[in-house]
């Protein structure tokens, strides 16, 4: 391999060829930055054509315009052939050279072919209001009565929010290639057809829906909650692939016929995750992710049966051992393994084991630790870096004591006008606190207050569950944002 070198660069997941050239290498490194061309075919480039070649330039959307690179290390992979050689066609800025890997997801090249299908009227919009406006709300879309207000209203529009049903909506997804992310929630359609949209990402609830029937250039298929329903989920004729993100794996038969090669498991705290069922309906999988909250794991020795996985992620992830995870042997393809609190047993053997793939391994978590903490909402603090363990003790303290409070109020059974004055007090108090902690050093950022604004939800949950409209939690939601200060 030598600079200059251009590669066809097949992706499997896309049936697409693009192209990437070779703009520098470190020898001694053996490191390679890769130029992305400007190349979209469902055949490879021809050495030929290899003098009309352009880099692949992004802008898109929101992007004013840039090249793309990676900084690639080891052997190059079979899905790359050569195509030819010719001078170096970029330098690009040394902010755009971070690393990455030989695997190229063609994401972005793919939104550029799609963003330069668009009407130009549409793109000029959209540029001119600078990406404002360019995604709907729930609460906004209540009161949108049909497609031409929604145009009118927004005209750079790429993301719907919605919750109920909107009868009109399924055609106008349909005729219209801007949306590209829908997020619905109790759309209560029988059935969901969005075989012709364009969306890339499209969230659900699940709720009143029997049959959705999908479209070629879904990325995303997410279910927001537990599918309590047997709906009957339909392919287009391509059957090209996408990631599933579901909260357990209960129906996973649903997907049993679909091209799934990334499945996320978001974890609902209340069933246990099947590695059998995984292996059962979508044994294809190349990456699998899961996210407790926390979670157990059965039948963990079944993911051995995952033969094409490339990558997995578990966090938050309890109820199995070092015995039951698969030994380096029967896990030959495996280039990636990242968990983080999980059984300090199976931390140590993926530690020992399987030294020299991408491996992050963090928080390996004792029995005495899990018995402490598994019902701490806190107990991803515990072992952070950037928090003391100090913080993360007092953290998990305050919830337990507040959680008694508010369990023990509800039991005493108060009226709504004192069980009122009792939250904002304990709300008050739960934010001071967190104030305190804050005050010298200032270690609270945007995600450590969305954990503390989260966990404040789940204190008050059973308290509304209980009171509902006779209690003013808005006015605690706001009570907590004037009293907060960090």
């Known amino acids: 391999m030598q600079k200059g070198d251009i590669y066809n660069y097949y992706n499997k997941d896309k049936k697409k060829y693009t192209a990437l050239q070779i703009i520098n290498i470190d ?96 793109r000029e919009n959209y540029k001119r209001l600078k990406g404002i ?44 290639r801007n949306i590209t992310e829908l997020i619905w929630k109790n759309a209560q359609e029988k059935v969901l057809d969005l075989s012709k949209s364009c969306l890339t990402t499209f969230k659900t609830d699940g709720k009143g829906v029997e049959e959705i029937i999908l479209n070629d250039c879904l990325s995303e298929l997410s279910f927001l909650e537990s599918i309590d329903s047997d709906i009957k989920i339909l392919p287009t004729s391509k059957n090209r692939s996408f990631d599933l993100h579901v909260q357990n794996t209960n129906r996973l038969y649903l997907f049993r016929d679909l091209n799934i090669t990334e499945l996320w498991i978001g974890g609902d705290g209340q069933t246990k995750v099947d590695i059998g069922e995984i292996a059962a309906n979508l044994p294809n999988l190349k990456v699998l992710r899961i996210w407790g909250k926390p979670d157990y794991i059965v039948n963990m020795e079944k993911i051995s049966l995952l033969k094409n996985l490339r990558r997995l992620t578990l966090r938050d992830i309890f109820g199995f051992t070092a015995d039951n995870f698969p030994s380096r042997k029967d896990f030959p393809d495996i280039t990636s393994i990242w968990m983080d609190s999980i059984p300090d047993d199976v ?26 903490n598994l019902n701490n909402p806190f107990r991803h603090w ?90 003013d939690f808005n006015k605690l939601d706001y009570l907590f944002e004037d009293v907060m200060d960090f």
């Open 347 to 372: 931390a140590k053997k993926v530690k020992k084991e399987y030294k020299g793939i991408d491996l992050w391994i963090t928080k390996g978590r004792k029995p005495e630790w899990l018995e402490a």
């Open 133 to 176: 406006g360019s995604n709907i709300v729930s609460t906004s879309m209540q009161r949108i009565a049909d497609g031409a207000e929604l145009d009118t209203a927004y005209p750079g529009l790429t993301k719907i929010e919605v919750d109920g049903q909107k009868t009109w909506l399924t055609e106008y997804l349909n005729t219209h």
């Open 27 to 122: 020898t001694d490194k053996q490191e390679y930055l890769l130029l992305a061309l400007s190349y979209w075919d469902d055949n490879p480039l021809s050495d030929k054509d290899i003098n009309t070649i352009k880099p692949f330039w992004k802008d898109h959307h929101s992007w004013k315009g840039e090249y793309t690179c990676m900084l690639c290390k080891g052997d190059i992979p079979d899905n790359y052939s050569f195509a030819g050689n010719r001078e170096v066609l970029a330098h690009p800025d040394e902010e755009l050279t971070k690393a990455g890997s030989w695997y190229y997801s063609c994401l972005q090249i793919s939104l550029q072919k799609a963003w330069e299908e668009l009407p130009e009227s549409f």
């Open 382 to 471: 515990d072992g952070e870096d950037y928090i003391s363990p100090t913080h993360a003790k007092n953290a998990a303290n305050l919830y337990i004591k507040l959680n008694k409070q508010i369990d023990k109020l509800i039991k005493e059974n108060p009226s709504p006008e004192r069980m009122q004055e009792e939250l904002e007090k304990m709300v008050t108090e739960y934010t001071e606190e967190f104030n305190k902690m804050d005050k010298r050093t200032h270690w609270i950022d945007t995600m450590l207050r969305e954990d503390i604004g989260d966990v404040l939800t789940k204190l008050l949950e059973p308290a509304k569950q209980v009171y509902g409209d006779k209690v």
